[in-house]
């Protein structure tokens, strides 16, 4: 089985022929924003997630019109190749690849095994910033039917027609944490959304950040019960691992119903009467 | 420039997993620790020795992970 959008990875070889391409820009997207400033691919410029790829005001994520100043302001065109590329797997590079999606962008790639594959590798770096030249950009209408809000949670939870998936770790999944280990706590209450599975983001990757084998993730989903049968939302603490997730089961897998609940345990933890389940998952039924 | 010296090594930490990443770039080692699963980036430092850079990050890590409730 191949992948069923495999033109959306490149790995390292084609970043290194193509770093200094005109049609290409690469944007490095880390969990750590200070990563970049190490040593960077060259000609890669960055994006920061906590100020650039979201709305500083309101929770959300960028308005049509932020995105289009950010597309243009880093030299993207409606026609250029964006390769996103970042730490912890990609982890927030695939939370800006599900933003460039919803905007309609064609053309946006993931380098694959990501900023640890290419410093493990001895490859180039530079301290140097690239100052694109500004580009026009017209974004698309939103596509919302890659995002799923609080209600279409509700609903799968309560009346099992869409698989939810918690990618969290076991122990916030179980409600033993209430945030990963070593970073604070952003909700008042642990557990999982009701009826949901627990498919941890990192075992889609390999241990050099890459993905696994098409055969391996849909064995790792199918194992749960998600199939594609059913529509999928996928969900984490913030958004953005299971805006990874999204990424494996939409454009690895094919899978078509797809849908990233950024709301997610902040949003679901802390609302008042909502249904928390704790514990582990129970059995999947054949 | 490239990365040199990079390595991985794995421990346990306040009972949680750590993961230490180090490598050099140019003149400065750096290394990130993040808890493996999830995979975040709790803490990094950068020193002029491998051995230093690790032992500082491993140091912030550690403060933070003993800071992590078990319910």
Known sequence: MNYAHPEVLVPTVWVEQHWNDPQVRLVEVDVDANAYHEGHIPGAIAWAWS??????????????????KLMSASGIGNDTTVVLYGDSNNWFAAWAFWQMKIYGHKDARMLNGGRKKWIAEGRDLTPAVPHPQPAHYKAA????SLRAYLPQAQAASQQPGADLVDVRSPQEFTGEIFAPPGLPETCQRGGHIPGARNIPWSKACNDDGTFKSADELKALYGAEGVDGSRPVIAYCRIGERSSHTWFVLRYLLGYKQVTNYDGSWTEWGNLVGAPVEKGVAAEVKP | MKAEYYRERRLEVAGWPLRLTSYKIGEKFYCHADNVSPGANIARASASSQEEAERLALEKAQERLQRTVRR
């Open chain 1, 51 to 68: 100020s650039q790829l979201c709305d500083t005001t309101r929770r959300d994520i960028l308005s049509r019109e932020a995105f289009e």
């Open chain 1, 141 to 144: 209408a939103a596509d919302l």
